[in-house]
């Protein structure tokens, strides 16, 4: 079973940046889609990026531009690279294989002045 361990969260300043990282156990991380989920409080949980097993991207609208996401299959990780971070992206940030897998414990990220 293929376990995922989130980290790198924190309390950042409007504006500022923060690198997350999602690390996975077991041979099945570099051919799958993994991607970057995350819940606000009161709010349903939504998907910010998503990578494929051949790099390709996609973004929620809300982060275009803002965050990029990448992954190290030699290492078996996943970034998500938070830049021009605002309020709103406040949330618990949670990383998932896109197609199965469980929730994990997540990493709060918290933008405030």
């Known amino acids: 079973q293929v376990q995922l361990v989130e980290s790198g969260g924190g309390l950042v300043q409007p504006g500022g940046s923060l690198k997350l990282s999602c690390a996975a156990s077991?041979?099945?991380?570099?051919?799958?889609?993994i991607g970057w989920y995350r819940q606000a409080p009161g709010k349903q949980r939504e998907l910010v990026a998503f990578?494929?097993?051949?790099?390709?991207?996609n973004y929620a609208d809300s982060v275009k531009g803002r965050f990029t996401i990448s992954r190290d299959n030699v290492k078996n990780t996943m970034y998500l690279q938070m830049n021009s971070l605002k309020p709103e992206d406040t949330a618990v940030y949670y990383c998932?294989?896109?197609?199965?897998?469980?929730w994990g414990q997540g990493t709060q990220v918290t933008v405030s002045s």
């Open positions: 998932k294989f896109v197609t199965f897998g469980s």
């Open positions: 077991g041979s099945i991380f570099s051919g799958n889609a």
């Open positions: 990578i494929t097993s051949g790099g390709g991207r």
